[in-house]
């Protein structure tokens, strides 16, 4: 399956009986964790703040 060119991959998709979705390069959406990392900021977010006097 080396060097498919990019025809044959549409033409391998169709044969299944597929749809190819094409993503963006870069979606915080749909990377996992870029996610959890929101969360762990929401969470420091909400926390008490320390005085330091």
Known sequence: MERIRYG?????????????????????????IEMMWSKVKDMLRK?????LI
């Open 8 to 32: 044959c991959g549409r033409s391998l998709i169709t044969q299944a009986d597929a749809q190819a979705r094409f993503l963006p390069s870069h979606s915080p959406d749909l990377n996992l």
């Open 47 to 51: 926390r008490p703040k320390l005085a």
